[in-house]
């Protein structure tokens, strides 16, 4: 993952792409390897990043203020973070390219199946629109029993030229 991450870095400089990434740590504090972790992490750098999410978390955040004391009566759950990242990565994308890194996924443990259905029915929607965004994930060997579509790199099979390429 450094390799890729690196190199595209070094490729795409000057250019308006919006790159995200959030990286497990296993051995971390909570937020370091759950889903709501890393969705708060990728909606933060959404938020400082790329003006089109700014509106409609302000919205949520405020209907959310209403209701109860920010910071103790309430946090952010799943399903709205999940679901403004998803809305609003699909409307950067059509404007600019878009770049997700996604690395140590099974430090996520069990969580990681929540993980890669997000970025599959993501990826599928993508597909379906002319937008320009570009997942990648690593994670070691993990019981995650599904199709990821794309190109799928495994060091073991000593495939350095595939991966340079």
Same mark, same amino acid.
């Given at each position: 993952?450094?390799? /890729?991450?690196? !190199?595209?870095?070094?490729?795409?400089?000057?250019?308006?792409?919006?790159?995200?990434?959030? +990286? +497990?740590?296993?051995?971390?504090?909570?937020?370091?390897?759950?889903? /709501?972790?890393?969705?708060?992490?990728?909606?933060?750098?959404? =938020?400082?990043?790329?003006?089109?999410?700014?509106?409609?978390?302000?919205?949520?955040?405020?209907?959310? &203020?209403?209701?109860?004391?920010?910071?103790?009566?309430?946090?952010?759950?799943?399903?709205?973070?999940?679901?403004?990242? +998803?809305? &609003?990565?699909? !409307? #950067?994308?059509?404007?600019?390219?878009?770049?997700?890194?996604?690395? #140590?996924?099974?430090?996520?443990?069990?969580? #990681?199946?929540?993980?890669?259905? +997000? =970025?599959?029915?993501?990826?599928?929607?993508?597909?379906? !629109?002319?937008?320009? #965004?570009?997942?990648?994930?690593?994670?070691?060997?993990?019981?995650?029993? &599904?199709?990821?579509?794309?190109?799928?790199? /495994?060091?073991?099979?000593?495939?350095?030229?595939?991966?340079?390429?």
């Amino acid at each position: 993952m450094e390799f /890729v991450y690196r !190199t595209l870095q070094d490729s795409c400089r000057g250019q308006s792409e919006l790159r995200l990434e959030f +990286f +497990f740590h296993g051995r971390g504090e909570k937020l370091q390897k759950t889903p /709501v972790g890393m969705f708060r992490s990728l909606v933060h750098q959404m =938020f400082t990043k790329d003006y089109t999410i700014r509106q409609p978390l302000r919205n949520l955040f405020h209907e959310k &203020a209403m209701l109860d004391d920010v910071g103790t009566g309430w946090e952010w759950q799943y399903p709205e973070l999940r679901q403004i990242l +998803f809305d &609003a990565i699909l !409307t #950067a994308a059509k404007s600019r390219k878009v770049l997700i890194f996604i690395d #140590a996924l099974v430090e996520a443990g069990p969580d #990681a199946l929540v993980i890669i259905r +997000f =970025f599959h029915e993501l990826n599928d929607r993508i597909n379906t !629109t002319r937008s320009t #965004a570009k997942i990648c994930i690593s994670r070691r060997h993990y019981p995650v029993t &599904a199709n990821i579509l794309g190109l799928d790199v /495994v060091v073991e099979d000593h495939n350095g030229n595939g991966i340079a390429k």
